[in-house]
């Protein structure tokens, strides 16, 4: 066929029977020129060649010259009827007037939705103004239906912006043939009211890492909005690169669980361990990452070239370059927080009266529940968007799409060594003194810093002469220390490290300096006994049931000026100071007796929901912090059923 690609494309905008009919006469010409029996034929007598060729298509002898001067000039795309691409009437609308219009559809794309009378009333004015006449209000509802092509011009604005940086190209769908090809991350606030490590009660954010090929969640990570870039892009990859069974949080997660879960025909710790050493290591090749400044910060991108991992920044606002991540944080949300106390509905219109009245759960457990969730139901949930191409009506789940995957494409996952983990952490350079080396108010100290004490590390740059010192931000028990002459990390610990009932965090640690500070100097002694009344959810047991009776007291049939005295004792009371220590059971002068009744009632009225989705029962109300709660409740009245901590 004597035709360029390019003329070939062009029949693309026709019929699969035009296009069909088109290349036939095409080949037919071809046929005839092609023979050497016909070079010395004259112009009719090609015709009649050309037309015993086409025996199968009805063509006139006449049609047959205008598509041999069409192939000559045009190629295949000549031989096509013109007709059937004739423009639509609104060509017949002056373009002006089309130019006006799309210029304000245009400009609602920002704006908040309006009506379609609303734009057409701006284009008559517009209009009007340059002397440009408009055609009837029917017309120009038509045009506006024809030029808004799919938009979103007139629905939720939120539909209309995410259409608006939607690229103007064909989709090409990533398609990663084997486990860590492509990996996902992004970050975004939770819909969830927790109890932060300070007692405030706010929303955190959640940053994870998901796998296309597999769906496997990499690595989860619950942080305050206002977190230090520098831990999420160091602590990220750590954990991602990391089995679960050698991370620090995974005894306490344990723990966590044979507490809250109800007696199984197994037990707990076993199914956790199982499901645990199932959950694929997944090392990515190349991650999709937004620009946010988690992602674009130097601790980030130096790991991810530590380990050869390749970076692919997302554009601003499209959903698009990151899809498997941005939809799953909507099954997130669906599977596992809806069924938390504190859910915020996802939008305004799906919250509820007071979601931040409710909240019980702190930021740590949410996190352990979180990663227990990734566990034992998402990685083992079939789903939709996970077939292989020999079983294209089967949904399997993560982990078998992982061993589906790694049976055709075998490769052997490495884990971080201990070397290689401590080297990705976040970096600080300290002195080494006599006494050891001073971290955040808290000193760290080993024997082998001996050789260090008072010397330069000899490194110039940014260290200036002092020790490159590596740190957990979620565990500030130890810290590891660089021995360059030889080449070796040195665990420094804290004195009181053995002391800690858990591992502290930065926040952690800050809030109980906040609330020493208030009292004056402190040593170190002080900051255990702080630290350790924090994880003990002491504080949060004083916030939450001062909450919980604030919101549910009934002060109906007393004078105003009581009223507003009883909630301003219970705020001060129930809602202290971390460094609050007075008599809890006298400052509530203000409330009769009839309130401690009906407010001690109302709490221990326990409502028990169920979380089917981690496929093991769980009562919201059996928490950590209930025991304390109802201690608490029991030290303000004598009133009602006496529960124990053990009970409880």
């Not at 060729?53 to 047959?64: C, D, F, N, T, Y």
């Not at 559809?105 to 009333?121: D, E, M, V």
């Not at 620009?291 to 991810?304: D, E, P, Q």
């Amino acid at each position: 066929m004597n035709a360029d690609l390019t003329t070939v494309a062009d029949l693309a905008r026709y019929s699969p029977a035009v296009q069909a009919k088109c290349i036939s006469i095409a080949t037919a010409i071809d046929a005839v020129d092609s023979d050497p029996a016909n070079h010395a034929s004259t112009r009719a007598a090609r015709v009649q060649r050309t037309l015993q060729e086409l025996a199968g298509i009805h063509i006139g002898q006449r049609q047959v010259y205008r598509y041999l001067a069409a192939y000559r000039v045009k190629g295949v795309a000549g031989l096509a009827d013109a007709r059937k691409t004739r423009s639509r009437r609104e060509s017949r609308t002056d373009p002006r007037l089309i130019d006006l219009i799309e210029a304000e559809l245009k400009a609602q794309q920002p704006a908040s939705t309006g009506t379609r009378s609303r734009t057409i009333a701006r284009v008559q004015w517009e209009a009007s103004r340059s002397d440009i006449s408009t055609p009837s209000r029917r017309t120009m509802y038509r045009l506006l239906e024809q030029l808004d092509r799919k938009r979103g011009t007139f629905g939720p604005a939120t539909t209309r912006r995410s259409k608006a940086a939607r690229p103007d190209r064909t989709f090409h769908p990533a398609a990663p043939s084997r486990p860590g090809e492509l990996v996902e991350i992004d970050a975004t606030p939770l819909d969830l009211f927790v109890q932060m490590p300070d007692g405030e009660i706010a929303r955190p954010e959640l940053t994870y890492a998901i796998d296309v090929a597999t769906g496997t969640i990499g690595a989860t990570l619950l942080h305050e909005s206002y977190a230090k870039s520098v831990d999420i892009g160091a602590i990220l990859p750590a954990r991602m690169l990391t089995r679960t069974s050698d991370q620090s949080w995974w005894p306490e997660a344990i723990s966590m669980a044979e507490r809250l879960f109800e007696p199984t025909a197994e037990p707990t710790r076993r199914i956790l361990e199982e499901a645990a050493a199932q959950l694929p290591l997944i090392v990515p090749e190349s991650v999709t990452v937004d620009r946010g400044k988690v992602f674009i910060g130097s601790t980030f991108t130096a790991a991810c070239e530590r380990l050869e991992i390749s970076q692919t920044r997302a554009n601003p606002r499209q959903g698009t370059d990151k899809p498997h991540v941005e939809s799953g944080f909507k099954r997130i949300r669906e599977g596992f927080v809806q069924y938390l106390s504190g859910y915020t509905g996802g939008t305004i219109s799906n919250r509820g009266e007071d979601p931040r009245a409710d909240t019980v759960w702190t930021l740590g457990e949410v996190q352990l529940l979180l990663d227990l969730w990734v566990i034992l139901h998402w990685q083992t949930t079939p789903q939709s968007g996970l077939r292989l191409p020999g079983m294209p009506h089967r949904n399997l789940s993560p982990n078998q799409m992982y061993s589906a995957l790694s049976a055709a494409a075998p490769h052997v996952p490495v884990s971080l060594s201990r070397d290689d983990y401590i080297a990705l952490l976040p970096l600080t350079w300290r002195t080494v003194q006599p006494y050891g080396i001073n971290l955040g108010g808290l000193i760290y100290d080993a024997d082998l810093l001996h050789p260090m004490r008072g010397r330069k590390s000899g490194l110039a740059g940014e260290a200036r002469g002092r020790w490159e010192v590596r740190y957990d931000p979620y565990n500030l028990r130890q810290v590891w220390v660089r021995d360059l002459h030889n080449d070796r990390w040195i665990t420094a610990s804290w004195a009181l490290a053995n002391k800690t009932e858990h591992p502290f965090s930065h926040e952690i640690l800050r809030a109980a300096q906040r609330a020493l500070r208030q009292s004056g100097p402190s040593t170190s002694i002080d900051i255990l006994e702080q630290i350790n009344r924090i994880q003990s959810h002491e504080i949060g047991a004083y916030k939450v049931a001062g909450r919980w009776l604030i919101a549910r007291i009934d002060l109906r049939g007393f004078a105003a000026s009581d009223a507003r005295a009883a909630k301003s004792d219970l705020r001060l009371v129930l809602d202290p100071a971390p460094a609050f220590t007075g008599d809890v059971g006298g400052a509530l002068t203000h409330l009769p007796e009839r309130i401690h009744t009906q407010s001690v009632a109302e709490i221990l009225r326990i409502d028990v929901a169920k979380v089917p989705a981690l496929g093991l029962a769980v009562d919201a109300q059996t928490l950590v912090n209930r025991a304390a709660l109802v201690t608490f409740l029991q030290s303000v009245s004598n009133f009602g059923p006496h529960y124990s901590p053990a009970s409880a």
